[in-house]
């Protein structure tokens, strides 16, 4: 067992819980991680940072360090994962080629800017990875600067704001730009004719297929903060200041933010079953289906709860438990024990509504308003301090 190599592919919340649960289990293996970033990237808390409610060190936090305080046999590889031989086991970055005898892949995902939305990338912000965060926060900010240059005081014209995707991440960016924006026009001293946030979203309903009951308070707290929800809108095209929509319907904008989708960071997608997210297809023990020594996990993988059939979200509570599981399925293969299979199920969920307001559901408790805000805010701080 001395020459068992593990290597780990992404250093989020899977290839975290991973790390920290596979050397409590084998002390004998030589384990080495990849990832392109040199931190650990809090995505669910950048919304509070691009609201000015955060700051960068609450949302990224040094890997070196955190891998020194795991265990100091880990070999950390700052660079991104270009290819993989499934067949002779080994991973290509752009400066090195790593054996493996087991692989676990916890690539994590990105934002999906469907082609079919003419020039949707071209005049849109995502926020998946902390560079695109950034680069929206400024843009943001430098906008209202330069609004406020050419009208020589305050801005006389209305200010709108247009989230495409209804669904957590756009929930939760329009309920923290609604409470961000009013405080800088106030702060400032600008008063705006008018400033609307609109949440477009093609399906019936936002949030669709989450509990009913955060569902119901989250369209209610939107309202109190004036968001204008537009559900059954399909955006096929987007312009500087317009976002089009069928029938030559349009709304006329001045910052456009995108949270329809995400893709996942998948360098095999051609040599593996995927789904059309380019997430790949595990068995109950989350293996690449077909291929035994490897393992995939968190957003790069559909996750299912194989007692229901039901495709799990990509939450950071699923994805710490799918890293916890895959740590025990290889600790049970390398010591000869017959695997069993770890259900994993959705604990629950809370979203972030803006001010210190959330909603959400964990088992069959439901809550919300500033305890729900407490509750997400102890959990994180738990997350990070465990770290």
């Known amino acids: 067992m001395k020459n068992i190599r593990i290597v780990v592919c992404g250093l989020g919340f899977a290839g975290l819980s991973f ?21 650990h990237y809090l995505q669910p808390e950048v919304y509070k940072y691009i609201a000015n409610e955060k700051l960068i060190s609450d949302i990224i936090l040094d890997l070196q360090f955190i891998l020194s305080k795991i265990s100091t046999r880990i070999k950390f590889i700052n660079g991104k994962v270009e290819n993989i031989n499934l067949e002779e086991n080994i ?45 929206f926060k400024q843009s943001f ?10 009208e020589q005081s305050c801005l006389n014209k209305s200010f709108n704001i ?52 955060i569902i119901e308070n989250s369209l209610n707290r939107l309202k109190e ?61 989350f293996r690449v289906n077909g291929i035994e020594n490897v393992f995939a ?36 293969t390398l010591e000869s024990r017959k695997l069993e299979p770890i259900r994993i199920t959705s604990k629950g969920l809370i979203v972030s509504l803006g001010n210190n307001y959330a909603v959400g559901k964990i088992k069959n408790i439901r809550f919300k308003g500033y305890i729900a805000h407490l509750i997400k805010e102890f959990i994180f701080s738990k997350y990070k301090k465990s770290l």
């Open 19 to 39: 790390i920290k649960n596979i050397v409590g289990y084998i002390n004998d293996i030589e384990l080495v991680v990849i990832d392109k970033n040199p931190f």
């Open 225 to 285: 903060l004036g968001i204008t929800i537009l559900t059954n809108k399909k955006i096929v095209s987007v312009s500087k200041d317009k976002v089009h929509f069928e029938n030559n319907k349009y709304i006329e904008t001045d910052f456009i933010i995108w949270t329809g989708g995400i893709i996942a960071n998948n360098p095999i997608k051609d040599k593996v079953e995927t789904n059309r997210k380019f997430q790949i297809k595990v068995d109950r023990y």
């Open 162 to 213: 247009v989230i495409g995707g209804g669904g957590l991440s756009g929930i939760e960016i329009a309920s923290e730009m609604a409470v961000f924006q009013r405080r800088i026009f106030e702060d400032i001293g600008c008063c705006v004719r008018r400033t609307e946030i609109f949440v477009v979203e093609a399906l019936p309903n936002i949030l669709y297929g989450l509990d009913e009951f």
């Open 141 to 150: 900010e430098k906008l209202i600067l330069k609004k406020m240059k050419e």
């Open 91 to 135: 991973v290509y970055t752009k400066n090195q080629e790593v054996k493996y005898d087991y692989l676990v892949l916890a690539l994590g995902s990105k934002t999906f800017f469907p082609p079919s939305i003419k020039n949707l990338k071209n005049f849109s912000a995502g926020v998946k990875s902390i560079e695109r965060a950034m680069y």
């Open 297 to 332: 996990i968190g957003d790069c993988a559909e996750i299912v709860d194989f007692e229901t059939g039901t495709v799990l979200p990509a939450t950071a509570d699923t994805s710490i438990q799918a890293g916890r599981a895959v740590a025990k399925h290889i600790s049970s």
